[in-house]
């Protein structure tokens, strides 16, 4: 026979904590005993508190909006394997899926592989705002009104269950959440709509009434600040970025996001303390890794950005940008094969990676390659990766393989890009055809400007025809 059982364990993605306390908090009324992830246990933590949880509760619930399944597609995800762990103890898996939110989604399609492509099968419950304790009603009376049978429902072992009480105590101690806040996170997965299909305005007027309706609530300056940096209004994302941090210091994916930002404004020493940060609070974050890495490089420390790339790959073994960006590293460090051998994988793991044939094909530059080289550049435009700089490579190999009418053709389509292209790339242009005043000057300009590294200036075959001139020595020693 089975039995009744009110033991309860909550699944979300963090940026959408009010959802997860507000029904922590109304079913705790009810007499349930339900754990969630409160305050962020450390991923030391993880094995022996969350998924022992999960073990050893009856009812999984499992809050889908359209961003909490943004980093599922990884094998290491957190939400990923608490589903996964819930899957395979067959527990009664109820997903809530809130405003928005759509299993045919193509944004939820993606993320939906392996286990989780059962999850639409479950008899879900759809939850609003405006409707929040009828749903709980409906949960409570139906979803979890079931007998469960055949399933064994361990103990938790004394370490578990003090930071499972500590974790509960600081939940029932949490101030009721109020409508507003769960109407603000209904604007919050608009905006998260809205940014995922580059509509950026309209994104970030969904974020700014979720901070009207919920002033403290960090993630939605994250989220503005990611809106607002990709409608290329950088110091509106840095503001945002640093209202995020100072509401929620330990917050680490925001450190990440503004160290990009201040990266691109040219600030590599705040972009290296912000990674230094995310890292120091989430040392498990790959991603994190790879972006100091990045700032290493450009820092001049190739030995720093090589462990990062290292640290990363490690992590996340089939992370092509980190193979791509060790490569990068490799190539400024002289190491052409072992850049080579980056580039390969990073195009291996992720065949439609435009950026990575291109960087390839100019190592096959540098090595006199030009056939390769012609190969990858080609492949590169067909991805869609089309600027003066990458026409104009192809134009210097093919006049190499003697295949002069393709050469001017790429020319032609060259100077049609190239008003759009900053000083390095029109440096690089000029120097191809040996307009060496030309491209002093504006290599000398992009320098200061910091479009490149002096490093970089030195291998990159663009400048052949200028090496040996003693001002370029001089620009780039």
């Known amino acids: ?15 959408n904590v009010p959802w997860a306390l507000a029904i922590f908090q109304n079913l705790t009324f009810h007499g349930y005993d339900v754990f969630f992830d409160y305050q962020s246990i450390d991923s030391g933590n993880f094995e022996k508190v969350i998924l022992e949880n999960i073990k050893t509760r009856a009812h999984f619930l499992l809050i889908l909006t359209p961003s909490a399944l943004d980093r599922c597609s990884e094998p290491g995800d957190w939400l990923r394997r608490e589903i996964e762990t819930a899957i395979d103890e067959k527990r009664n898996i109820v997903p809530l899926m809130l405003e928005s939110f759509d299993f045919g989604s193509p944004l939820v399609k993606d993320s939906l592989t392996g286990k989780l492509a059962l999850l639409n099968k479950f008899n879900g419950l759809r939850v609003y705002s405006e409707y929040f304790f009828e749903a709980m009603d409906k949960l409570c009376t139906r979803y979890l009104n079931v007998a469960i049978s055949d399933i064994d429902l361990p103990a938790l072992n004394i370490e578990a269950k003090e930071i499972t009480e500590i974790q509960k105590t600081a939940a029932n101690e949490a101030q009721p959440v109020a409508k507003e806040e769960l109407t603000a996170q209904e604007w919050f997965e608009r905006g ?7 509509n950026f305005i309209e ?61 691109t ?8 303390e912000d990674y230094d940060e995310a890292i120091r609070l989430s040392p498990y974050d790959f991603f994190a890794y790879s972006c100091r890495g990045r700032a290493r490089g450009e820092n001049n420390d190739l030995q720093g950005a090589l462990e990062d790339f290292n640290e990363a790959i490690r992590l996340q073994p089939d992370f092509a940008f980190a193979y791509r960006s060790r490569g990068d590293t490799r190539r400024n460090n002289k190491d052409l094969q072992g850049a080579l051998e980056d580039y390969d994988e990073a195009v291996r793991l992720k065949p439609d990676y435009a950026s990575a044939y291109f960087v390839r094909g100019i190592t096959h530059q540098i090595m006199k390659n030009f056939g390769e080289a012609a190969k990858d550049y080609e492949e590169a435009i067909r991805l869609k990766l089309d600027n003066s700089s990458i026409r104009s490579s192809l134009m210097a190999v093919l006049r190499k393989l003697g295949r002069i009418s393709e050469a001017e053709e790429q020319e032609k389509l060259a100077r049609e890009l190239l008003t759009n292209d900053n000083e390095y790339a029109r440096a ?17 300009i992009a320098l200061a400007k910091k479009q490149s590294t002096k490093e970089w200036a030195q291998l990159d075959p663009d400048f052949e025809s200028i090496r040996g001139d003693p001002r370029f020595k001089e620009l780039v020693k």
Not at 1 to 15: H, Q
Not at 214 to 224: C, E, H
Not at 265 to 272: H, P, V, W
Not at 428 to 444: H, M, P, S, Y
């Open 1 to 15: 026979m089975g039995r009744p059982e009110k033991t309860v364990f909550i699944s979300y993605r963090r940026t």
């Open 192 to 198: 998260y709509i809205f940014w995922n299909s580059k």
């Open 203 to 263: 994104s970030i007027r969904c974020y700014s009434e979720a901070i009207r309706l919920s002033p403290d609530d960090a993630v939605s300056y994250f989220g503005r600040g990611d809106a607002r940096r990709d409608n290329k209004d950088l110091q509106g994302a840095l503001e945002d970025y640093d209202e995020a941090v100072r509401l929620k210091p330990d917050y680490a994916q925001v450190r990440v996001n503004r160290g990009n930002a201040r990266r």
């Open 265 to 272: 404004n040219k600030d590599l020493q705040g972009a290296l």
């Open 428 to 444: 690089c242009f000029e120097a191809i055809f040996g307009n060496v005043e030309k491209a002093l000057g504006l290599l000398k």
